[in-house]
């Protein structure tokens, strides 16, 4: 297995998007990149920009190579709905659009399923659910609080196992401080792990 963080905060942008390559399938987990609002009453900087465009362009390369496409929720540093042909013939996985979901987010994925019609592959909603793709398995977790509460609504959290090495993608758990959000991570005692903090 071979996981590759393609668009970090870290890295200049807002973003968690990563990639996943087992033997048996190519995972693109979050292809989004966005910047901060004004920060301490100042825009973006062009710097800041130029470096956003950067990370996406990575982003859409690796996009190009993936089967499959999972999107853990609904912000823009998640998912780009003004680009919907990188998921062109791919399998998405998604979070569920209406159900344990805030207003923001739920107006926000009725767009994008708008956006997505007739390119990928297949959609699924992934809450709660497990996949096979040869030898590798995708599980995904229940949906969990974004944060410490439903304000800023859920995430669901994506755990990859090739049978020899195994990877936990938290998304934006702001923690772990909730129980649930905790206990997913355990169950799935991955040997990689990528956890959203404060």
């Not at 990563?18 to 292809?31: A, H, L, R, S, Y």
């Not at 934006?172 to 355990?186: I, R, S, W, Y």
């Amino acid at each position: 297995m071979e996981v590759i963080p393609l668009a970090f905060d870290s890295m200049g942008a807002r973003s968690m998007s990563t990639f996943v390559e087992t033997g048996d399938v190519k995972i693109i987990i979050d292809p989004g990149v966005a910047l901060g609002p004004k920060r301490y009453g100042l825009p973006p900087h062009p710097i800041e920009y130029r470096r956003r465009d950067e990370l996406w362009e990575k982003v859409k390369e690796y996009a190009a190579l993936a089967d499959i496409a999972v999107i853990t929720h609904y912000h823009y540093d998640h998912h780009d709905p003004r680009e919907p042909e990188i998921y062109r013939d791919k399998v998405v996985l998604l979070k569920h659009p209406k159900e344990k979901i805030n207003f923001s987010q739920k107006k926000r994925s009725a767009f994008f399923l708008n956006q997505l019609e007739g390119i990928p592959q297949s959609i699924d909603f992934a809450d709660g659910k497990s996949y096979e793709f040869g030898n590798t398995i995708l599980k995904i977790s229940q949906p969990v609080f974004h944060g410490t509460s439903d304000k800023l609504g859920y995430v669901i959290q994506v755990f990859v196992d090739d049978g020899e090495r195994s990877f936990l993608y938290s998304s934006d758990v702001e923690g772990p401080t909730q129980k649930n959000q905790l206990e997913f991570m355990l169950e799935c005692n991955a040997e990689i792990v990528f956890i959203d903090v404060r």
